[in-house]
């Protein structure tokens, strides 16, 4: 995504988020503002006619990829995941979310979510060469 969207899409994020305060539930606020970020985003690229749902890009993102050392396998087997893989595992091991705040995020399920989250670990194993036993 080029810069220039970067601070008029985070504005509109925290605007949203302020507007729908009220709506906040639970003790960890982090799934209910990534849920409104994702929106946002899916808002964006849809206007842009990008793509039509966020959820079928199987694409890299723009200038996505200048920001990781593609010289590690993992990175490289990450990038190669559909977005929509990426997307689950990230949130799960790197923002440390569960799987019902996972859920919160994406509008789905928390049984929908262990489900893709395992499809996206065998995925990821079979890109990597390792075993999901």
């Known amino acids: 995504m080029p810069q220039e969207y970067a601070e008029e899409l985070a504005a509109d994020v925290f605007e949203r988020a302020w507007a729908n305060f009220d709506t906040l539930t639970g003790e960890n606020p982090l799934p209910w503002l990534y ?8 808002e964006f690229y849809r206007s842009r006619r990008e793509f ?58 928390p049984n929908n979510v262990r489900v893709r989250l395992h499809r996206a670990r065998t995925h990821l194993s079979e890109l990597t060469g390792g075993h999901d036993d």
């Open 52 to 109: 039509e749902n966020l959820d079928d890009f199987d694409g890299v993102l723009p200038d996505e990829s200048a920001a990781v050392d593609l010289s590690l396998d993992i990175n490289r087997a990450l990038l190669q995941l559909p977005y929509a893989e990426r997307e689950i595992l990230t949130l799960f091991a790197w923002e440390e979310l569960t799987q019902a705040e996972i859920a919160e995020v994406l509008g789905i399920t």
């Open 35 to 42: 849920g409104i970020a994702r929106n946002v985003m899916r």
